[in-house]
């Protein structure tokens, strides 16, 4: 363990680097109707859209808590509630989620994510680079309906895009909740 001191503010600091759990789970949602409906909101509201700040998504996506209560994507969450249960045994709420199209010369640069439940990613479309995690120099390959769950903090990314192709996602945030929280029930997801 590593000390440090200040005086000038007259505190001391420990540093100890801790082994931390991670996670990445994957599988297959198969409800390609859901996926289809999902793909053209996403088309339409970057459409619409005029978004013009800054995130790690250098292509087009549709504001951060654009789909949190979209009833395709809650399908989506109640029909893979086996995996979050394998990962998770908190209630928890959406924090944002939303969808990201990624044209030729577009990618994702690499991040994390600052929730304390889970994050999670929904592929619409395939053949693009899929998503890298450097942590466990790991790519997922992209393919319709595979979704990835992962432990927020991980960094990941998704490799400029070479080929002409519309890349199509969904990606989502969690955070934990209590039983004595005040819960909106639109939000809230007890699976």
């Not at 790690?56 to 808590?65: I, Q």
């Not at 994390?112 to 999670?120: K, L, M, Q, T």
């Not at 997922?140 to 996602?169: A, C, Q």
């Amino acid at each position: 363990m590593e000390q440090k001191e200040n005086k000038f503010l007259n505190l001391n600091l420990n540093l100890k680097t801790i082994p931390v759990e991670t996670f990445i789970v994957t599988g297959f949602f198969n409800d390609i109707e859901i996926i289809n409906k999902l793909k053209n909101k996403i088309n339409e509201q970057v459409k619409s859209s005029n978004l013009n700040y800054k995130t790690n998504v250098k292509g087009l996506f549709t504001g951060f808590e654009s789909l949190n209560e979209d009833k395709d994507f809650i399908s989506f969450l109640i029909s893979i509630k086996r995996s979050i249960k394998c990962i998770s045994d908190y209630d928890f709420k959406v924090r944002d989620c939303w969808g990201n199209i990624l044209n030729k010369g577009d990618e994702v640069v690499e991040h994390y994510h600052g929730n304390d439940g889970f994050s999670g990613i929904l592929y619409l479309s395939e053949n693009g680079p899929g998503t890298y995690f450097r942590d466990y120099d790991l790519t997922i390959e992209e393919k319709i309906g595979r979704y990835v769950l992962f432990t927020p903090f991980l960094k990941h990314s998704v490799k400029k895009i070479e080929n002409n192709i519309e890349r199509f996602s969904l990606a989502f945030n969690t955070y934990k909740t209590k039983k004595w929280d005040e819960i909106d029930s639109k939000k809230h997801y007890e699976i």
